[in-house]
């Protein structure tokens, strides 16, 4: 019984700082899409991101709207090459979610794009200077960072306006 | 600013439940079974309320339909300890943080009109149920209490919608799931602050009484009493 | 004891022990991150088809699944309402007991029942029916009381091979008033009440707010009725929610609604209320007269101020004589008087009761009037099953069709020639007859039975073969019915839903199963498919030149004054353009009533409405008397309207509601009246048994001042053996103590009395 107490407290110990831990794994995208690439092109948010104007969610590209240009190969990489591949299957680019919001919480891009006029980068980070996909968010889209904004700019501070 | 609220016309009522029904399939509300109801835990946000007077052969009986009533001082905000629920003062719905809930159930104590409902359990849905899920609504686990909440999300969406187009929210625009689905068309919606929508003009009939007005909880759901006299 | 070194030894090898659990248990936390995923939301219109109202619906799906179905707006019958069968209606899609596929009984298998396709069940059944299409008689068809097509093209396949065994499933109650209108009027044209106009309404024993038939128009009109001022009574044995909502509540007898309705004639009569004009010109047999032997005969008129007086009526019913007088004198001087008897009759029913309250409704005028029985006007197109040569607005002879118990009795006797096919669709007998066990037997003894419930029922747990029909969702769908006005609605949409399981639309089923049995029957089903069969149809609508896709209500009396000028204001040109409005829009309806048209409500002979023609059968000293409280209780079984779907069994959201009067459900209640449970030692949540010669039922106690203290209500719709965890086991069926058997009834419309002994067990 002596001997099994300090493994115990060892144990728990090393336990708490685990959990502890916040970490989000990575997210890994299928393809290793260049956004500075394709803004240099002139290529605004909302041409590949079309529905931030009209509706709730916003919406990545289908194949569809990548094969507009990358029926042939535009560059040498064989991260391109990726998106023929999903094109020939007829697939869609099977994209993961980097920006994420719980359920219970009501968001509109329409509102804030359409009607507040707000710029993709102040939410969402300097996503035009990536070469790479992030890995993480580059912004932690909080309750608190959420408020910051709204009590600064006199928007709704009504909590039914978001939750539900 | 707005005042939501809603007048039920008992002449008009028939007891046929659809209200209830429509409400459940909106608002994700878990299936009951035996288990639950034989312990009265079936959770209901609008559910019929039977009150007999009088004794046979002389019986007569109401039939209430009866949901949140979204009250102006409400009890159940008051005794919140961690803020899960509060009232609006933008739309004047009494609203709910589904997370922050810590299943204490004062708020259910504290309701005199015992429409809160409390998650007991865990959901008994099967598997193939959650495609059918209405996405604009949280789904809520056990541990939660949870009630009527003049399907708000409703109101978000038309909100939405209408400053998009930059102009106000037409009339009927936004109505809860039961109003919507009421048959006889027993339920009237709409902002009691604007002196010209139907429900503040039915809310002014000499009909209309509201439930434990005495408490002085200032309800907005106004009932119009059944008889004969329009 | 341990030393400083021992224990910080410990503790290093307990923190590494730990710390290997990373490997291992967060190795899991680099799962991937969620797909983003559009959401694309669609609405589509559909036609429900758990009730013969047949609402048209709006089906909201987010990425291509169901999540909300909804009224839709333009549809007459509901007008964008939903009454809770049908808000429910998606858990039926999403059931996780419906049936995968065809299934045929295989005893060789583990559970009776193996997997098999459709185009082996479809020769099958093909070969089969070519087999005996050539001798009469030899097919059967049991089918629910949903208009569609579906339905009639099941009629007309019996009728093509032969055989005049097409069951509808009715409530015993319509069954009577069929008998009625037969003798009356000559006819089985479809009746509406157009309650929303009636002045004074009188229910009596109707079941009006619990009848799981027509609920949309029947709740939508008695809305509009209480909101313009009507004044309703209740006479019934039972308070009920029909009760609730009535400004006066007679508690009468059982079995005794037709002689207070004749009571109430008495008084019409006696002091100067009958419609003496209308009398006169439209009916025969209520005067006396001579026939042409020269001897004296006795009308109606007679009869009943012979019979019928209050006291007699007081007597007889348990009501008050002088409420009887009260009753009739404000039904009597109301502008626009109705009278509804029975809606379902499950218990305590006689023909006589049907004879009675239209003979009732005829001394008042109420017939043809606004705010009084109305003649349904027809779609202008044939139903599929109709005999040759008949005509759609006139309906010549009593075309009965033959009860599900005189099939059991027919199958069971032996008789020729033997059934040798049958088919059950929208239809649960074996749960919802009184007699469902000898039908189960007679139902096993037919060689071939193939019930297409997509859930395995009561019914299709005794067939040989279940072909799942596609849910409406899942399908094109249809229904053919008429609204609280009396008009005419044709819904139609196509499919809302992609299926959920590998079924098939019935009416596909009987177009392949024609085609390949052979030439005869194959020539009577010249479509290839239920799309064409609504082409078709969408045809004839389009060369009728009538009516109009369905919009927003408006004025029948300005559509009449369109019409009959010959002005059409339509919003389709061509027939496909209609086909494609209607898919639209949901359907196709013509907004317009004619009174006046005693060729259609009285087809034949002089249009007089003949009230000798149905004998009263039943006397009223055979109107059994129940003394009570004492421990024999009659038996009045309701149908709870929550409970009672076409082929909707396992809606957990349903059994949760159960009664509105109650709030406890997922079993099944009996209501009895305080003095009796107080003299039987019962008190509220009690447990009995209900029991007589035919059975017991287990049902829990209900303590309510709403039912007579000789009377305990237990609603219907609990103890399915069959279908799916929701259903199964739950409640008790109270049918099974009805009686049925009467050997001057062989169709077993009549539903005698049946008396109970009451059991506490818990």
Request: net charge neutral.
């Amino acid at each position: 019984m002596n001997r099994l107490l300090p493994l115990l407290i060892g144990g728990g110990l090393a336990a708490l700082l685990c959990c502890a831990c916040e970490e989000r794994p990575p997210v890994v995208q299928p393809i290793a899409y260049n956004h500075k690439a394709h803004i240099d092109n002139s290529i605004a948010c909302d041409a590949c991101h079309e529905t931030v104007q009209k509706a709730a969610a916003a919406s990545v590209p289908t194949t569809a709207t990548c094969m507009l240009c990358h029926q042939v190969a535009l560059t040498s990489s064989p991260e391109e090459e990726k998106v023929r591949w999903y094109a020939d299957k007829g697939e869609e680019i099977p994209w993961r979610r980097i920006y994420r919001i719980p359920t219970h919480v009501y968001f509109s891009h329409r509102r804030h794009v359409a009607v507040a006029r707000i710029e993709c980068a102040q939410c969402h980070g300097n996503v035009a200077s990536l070469t790479s996909p992030a890995a993480y968010p580059l912004v932690e889209l909080t309750m608190t960072w959420c408020l910051t904004c709204h009590q600064a700019h006199g928007a709704t501070q009504d909590c039914i306006h978001c939750h539900r | 600013m707005a005042r939501w609220g809603m007048v039920i016309d008992l002449n008009r009522c028939t007891a046929c439940q659809g209200c209830i029904t429509a409400c459940h399939q909106e608002n994700n509300v878990p299936p009951s079974n035996p288990r639950l109801a034989g312990q009265n835990r079936s959770i209901r946000w609008i559910d019929m309320m039977p009150m007999y007077e009088g004794e046979y052969p002389h019986t007569a009986m109401s039939l209430l339909p009866m949901m949140c009533q979204h009250c102006e001082h409400p009890p159940c905000i008051k005794v919140c300890p961690v803020g899960a629920t509060f009232f609006s003062e933008e739309e004047g719905i009494v609203g709910q943080v589904y997370s922050r809930c810590i299943g204490c159930r004062y708020c259910t104590n504290a309701c005199p009109y015992t429409v809160r409902q409390f998650n007991w359990f865990e959901p008994d849905v099967p598997p193939t149920y959650p495609q059918g899920t209405n996405p604009d609504v949280s789904v809520r686990y056990k541990g939660i209490v949870e009630k009527c909440t003049f399907c708000n999300h409703r109101l978000m969406h038309a909100r939405d919608t209408a400053r998009a187009d930059n102009r106000n929210l037409l009339p009927g625009e936004f109505v809860p799931a039961c109003v919507e689905a009421c048959p006889t068309k027993a339920m009237v919606f709409g902002d009691l602050e604007d002196p010209q929508s139907e429900v503040a003009k039915q809310a002014r009939s000499k009909r209309a009484f509201r439930l434990m007005e005495d408490l002085g909880t200032e309800p907005k759901v106004y009932y119009l009493r059944e008889g004969r006299g329009q | 004891m341990l030393n400083r070194r021992q224990f910080l030894l410990g503790v290093g090898r307990g923190a590494t022990l730990i710390g290997l659990a990373p490997l291992w248990s967060c190795a899991k936390s680099t799962r991937e991150a969620p797909l983003i995923q559009a959401r694309e939301e669609t609405w589509a219109n559909s036609v429900c088809q758990l009730c013969p109202s047949g609402c048209g619906l709006r089906v909201r799906l987010v990425n291509g699944n169901p999540v909300t179905v909804a009224g839709n707006p333009f549809h007459p019958i509901n007008r964008g309402g939903l009454c809770a069968r049908g808000a429910a209606s998606l858990q039926l899609y999403y059931d996780p007991d419906r049936l995968a596929g065809p299934v045929k009984r295989d005893p060789g298998v583990v559970g009776g029942w193996a997997p098999t396709s459709w185009k082996d069940a479809i020769d099958n059944v093909a070969s089969r029916l070519q087999a005996v299409a050539f001798s009469p008689g030899r097919v059967a068809v049991i089918r629910g009381d949903n208009r569609n097509l579906t339905s009639q093209l099941l009629g007309r396949l019996a009728r093509a091979a032969g055989s005049s065994w097409v069951v509808d499933m009715k409530a015993p109650a319509d069954v009577a008033m069929e008998e009625v209108l037969a003798g009356t009027h000559g006819t089985h044209g479809q009746l509406v009440q157009d309650l929303s106009k009636s002045t004074v309404l009188l229910s009596l024993d109707s079941g009006l707010l619990e009848a799981s038939a027509n609920t949309m128009t029947l709740h939508r009109s008695f809305a509009d009725m209480r909101s313009a001022g009507g004044y309703f009574v209740h006479a019934g044995p039972r308070l009920g929610v029909t009760g609730a909502k009535a400004d006066e509540w007679l508690p009468i007898r059982p079995s005794t609604a037709g002689v207070f309705a004749l009571g109430v004639a008495h008084m019409l009569i006696k002091e100067g209320y009958a419609r003496v004009e209308f009398l006169r010109d439209h009916v025969s047999g209520f005067e006396d007269w001579t026939d042409e032997a020269g001897v004296p005969q006795s009308g109606v008129r007679s009869w009943i101020l012979r019979e019928f007086s209050p006291q007699r009526v007081a007597e007889l019913t348990g009501a008050e004589w002088d409420q009887i007088i009260r009753v009739a004198r404000r039904f009597g001087s109301a502008e626009r008087p109705l009278a509804i008897g029975p809606m379902q009759g499950d218990t305590s029913f006689q023909t006589f009761d049907a004879q009675a309250v239209h003979t009732l409704n005829v001394v008042a005028g109420a017939i043809d009037v606004p705010g009084g029985v109305l003649w349904a006007r027809r779609a202008p197109f044939d139903d599929l099953d109709a005999p040759a040569g008949s005509k759609p607005d006139v309906a010549t002879g009593t075309r009965h069709s033959p009860t599900v118990e005189e099939l059991a009795d027919w199958v069971l006797q032996g008789k020729s020639p033997p059934i040798d096919l049958c088919f059950v669709h929208e239809a649960d007998p074996v749960f919802t007859s009184p007699e469902g066990a000898k039908l189960a037997d007679a139902l096993r003894k037919i060689p071939f039975v193939v019930s297409t419930s997509p859930i395995m029922n009561d019914t299709a747990a005794v067939a040989t073969a279940v072909l799942p029909d596609s849910l409406w969702l899942e399908r094109r769908c249809d229904s053919i019915t008429v609204d609280g006005n009396g008009y005419p609605v044709v819904s139609s949409s196509p499919p809302a839903a992609k299926p959920r399981a590998d079924c098939r639309s019935t009416a596909d089923l009987v177009l392949a199963v024609a085609k390949s049995a052979g030439e005869r029957i194959a020539q009577q089903f010249p479509w290839g498919s239920y799309e064409e069969v609504i082409k078709d149809r969408v045809e004839l609508l389009f060369r009728a030149g009538v009516g109009d896709t369905l919009s927003a209500q408006h004025r029948s009396t300005w559509t009449q004054l369109l019409e009959r000028s010959g002005w059409r204001a339509v919003s389709y040109n061509t027939v496909e353009e209609l086909g494609a409005e209607i898919d639209k829009r949901g359907g196709w309806w013509d907004p317009a009533y004619y009174h006046g048209e005693w060729r259609r409500i009285v087809p034949g002979g002089d249009h007089r409405i003949n009230l000798q023609a149905v004998q009263f059968t039943t006397q009223p000293e055979s109107v059994a008397h129940v003394e009570g409280p004492n421990d024999r209780l009659a038996l009045y079984v309701y149908p709870e309207l929550t409970l009672t779907t076409r082929g909707g069994v396992s809606l957990p959201y349903l059994q949760d509601l159960g009664s509105p009067l109650w709030q406890t459900s997922w079993v099944t209640s009996a209501e009895i009246n305080p003095k009796t449970a107080a003299h039987l030692g019962l008190a509220l949540g009690d447990t009995i048994k209900i029991k007589n010669d035919r059975g017991e039922v287990t049902a829990q106690v209900r303590v309510s001042p709403g039912i007579r203290p000789d009377v305990i209500a237990v609603q219907s719709g609990g103890g399915r053996v069959h279908g799916g965890r929701y259903a199964e086991g739950i409640g008790s069926n109270p049918l099974r103590l009805v009686k049925t058997e009467s050997a001057d009834d062989p169709r077993r419309v009549r539903r005698e009395l049946t008396f109970v002994h009451i059991e506490r067990v818990a």
